[in-house]
């Protein structure tokens, strides 16, 4: 029911009802203008319907060192996560369901460990530095400490988790504690990797991929759409 009514308000924004107003955003650089096409889903967050791609605006939190975040909310978890965003977490949640279907499940760890799943999202990220516009595959800014080499899968739409406050008893969104998209495992998160990857300082497996992401506070565009078939290449 939850589900239904996130998708719903995301539906009702992108038929033309204004979003509430939100302070301006300092992250908003001059080069950045939204397509006049996408629908606005609240602050620093967009639907392109035609493209079926969810667009965010964040800035670069870190760009070195161990992560468990790709994109964390702001104000949250900004010392292991390469970027940042002010978008809401379930609007978030909502665009997913329009761009790339229902989400799967979060990771669970009891009574046996089962890996987050859901429909596979590509990520790519784009910004400007030096006069010019670059644009990547996200996962070219994950780098496997172990191997050496960058992040190799998508994530899932696991979706993150509801639960009752035991103060207040209201429900609670558990993504709005910061976990947007993670590379280690999180009940919490809305995006995660779909296999064991531990959040154990000991034990995590992936850092910044230094030299490839620009510098800390650059504001970058992020887009998610529905991973392609294996073999099949990315729509434009």
């Known amino acids: 029911m939850q589900t239904l009514r996130l998708a719903l308000t995301a539906l009702a924004l992108c038929a033309g009802q204004e979003p509430k107003a939100s ?6 650089a001059v ?35 161990y992560l468990e975040h790709l994109l964390c ?30 989400p799967g499940k979060p990771v669970r760890y009891r009574p046996e460990f089962r890996p987050p799943e859901g429909p596979e999202v590509a990520i790519e990220v784009e910004w400007h530095e030096n006069g010019k516009l670059h644009r990547v595959d996200a996962r ?19 979706g ?4 009752q406050d035991p103060d207040t008893k209201k ?18 998160a809305i995006l995660d990797l779909p296999f ?10 992936y850092v910044a991929f230094a ?13 998610l759409r529905k991973a392609a078939p294996a073999g099949q290449q990315p729509a434009p």
């Open 31 to 65: 080069q950045f203008q939204p397509d006049p096409a996408w629908k606005p889903l609240g602050r620093d967050l967009w639907f392109d319907p035609a493209g079926k791609v969810l667009i965010l605006r964040a800035r670069t939190a870190i760009t070195e060192g």
């Open 211 to 223: 030299g490839r992401i620009p510098a800390r506070g650059t504001p970058v565009t992020v887009y």
């Open 160 to 163: 993150s988790e509801l639960f």
């Open 73 to 102: 909310l702001e104000q949250t978890k900004e010392h292991e996560s390469i970027l940042a965003t002010w978008a809401d977490p379930r609007m978030i949640h909502a665009g997913l369901i329009l761009a790339v279907g229902e």
């Open 140 to 158: 070219e800014w994950v780098k496997n400490s172990k191997t050496g080499n960058r992040l190799e899968s998508n994530w899932v739409f696991a």
């Open 196 to 205: 064991a990857s531990s959040n154990s300082d000991a034990e995590r497996s």
């Open 23 to 28: 302070p301006p955003d300092p992250a908003q």
């Open 171 to 188: 429900m609670v969104y558990a993504a709005d504690g910061g976990d947007l998209i993670t590379v280690a495992n999180f009940p919490s």
